[in-house]
């Protein structure tokens, strides 16, 4: 007579009451990080990212090396306005971007005359945020009118930043505009909202 012989192994109740706990916990963890990771993935694509200042142009508002948040929800609901500082990337480079203040706004007309003057629709634009007088006004010594999403942007730092007046860059459509530069996070005693 043949004796059956089980080869299953009894498992004590509190012994399975705990792997099924262990089995709980490895899957409740495992869904947190999933959500954590597409929140990560939503904010960095659609509300904001964190970017970093490579270069002088936009001095003395941004120095090189300033960590920075860029809004990038914002423009979503509202259009881009004067002295807004944007992000956007270069045209004739991969993973390049350039931050700069926004000027000239769509329908407006910009010129700049050789004494460094800005006129916007005519009129002399008061502002402070140039570094110094403009001795190159590029493309911009002639009228320039705006399109209907088309933005004119110049770097703080008018002597040392490629800007709209370099036809390379020129003329920036609001779909071109990743965001606007929100907040400084580093270095730490600059931390703070960008004030326009």
Same mark, same amino acid.
């Given at each position: 007579?043949?004796?059956?012989?089980?080869?299953?192994?009894? %498992?004590?109740?509190?012994?399975?009451?705990?792997?099924?706990?262990?089995?709980?916990?490895?899957?409740?963890?495992?869904? @947190?990080?999933?959500?954590?990771?597409?929140?990560?993935?939503?904010? +960095?694509?659609?509300?904001?990212?964190?970017?970093?200042?490579?270069?002088?142009? %936009?001095?003395?508002?941004?120095?090189?090396?300033?960590?920075?948040?860029?809004?990038?929800?914002?423009?979503?609901?509202?259009?881009?306005?004067?002295?807004?500082?944007?992000?956007?990337? @270069?045209?004739?480079?991969?993973?390049?971007?350039?931050?700069?203040?926004? +000027?000239?706004?769509?329908?407006?007309?910009?010129? +700049?005359? @050789?004494?460094?003057?800005?006129? +916007?629709?005519?009129?002399?634009?008061?502002?402070?945020?140039?570094?110094?007088?403009?001795?190159?006004?590029?493309?911009? @010594?002639?009228?320039?009118?705006?399109?209907?999403?088309?933005?004119?942007?110049?770097?703080?730092?008018?002597?040392?930043?490629?800007?709209?007046?370099?036809?390379?860059?020129?003329?920036?459509?609001?779909?071109?505009?990743?965001?606007?530069?929100?907040?400084?996070?580093?270095?730490?005693?600059?931390?703070?909202?960008?004030?326009?």
């Amino acid at each position: 007579m043949q004796s059956n012989i089980s080869d299953r192994i009894a %498992m004590h109740p509190e012994e399975r009451h705990d792997m099924k706990n262990i089995l709980r916990e490895i899957l409740s963890t495992s869904l @947190y990080l999933l959500v954590v990771l597409c929140l990560t993935y939503l904010v +960095i694509h659609f509300v904001g990212q964190r970017t970093v200042v490579d270069g002088s142009s %936009m001095e003395s508002t941004l120095s090189d090396g300033d960590n920075l948040i860029v809004d990038k929800l914002s423009y979503r609901f509202h259009d881009p306005e004067r002295f807004d500082i944007v992000v956007f990337p @270069y045209q004739y480079k991969k993973h390049t971007y350039y931050i700069k203040r926004v +000027i000239g706004l769509p329908g407006e007309t910009v010129q +700049i005359d @050789y004494e460094g003057n800005i006129y +916007i629709d005519g009129e002399i634009l008061q502002e402070d945020f140039g570094k110094e007088v403009i001795q190159n006004p590029g493309i911009a @010594y002639e009228p320039i009118t705006l399109g209907e999403d088309e933005y004119f942007v110049l770097g703080d730092n008018r002597n040392n930043s490629s800007d709209s007046r370099d036809p390379a860059v020129g003329c920036l459509r609001k779909d071109k505009l990743i965001g606007k530069a929100w907040v400084r996070i580093y270095p730490f005693n600059k931390v703070g909202k960008l004030h326009e």
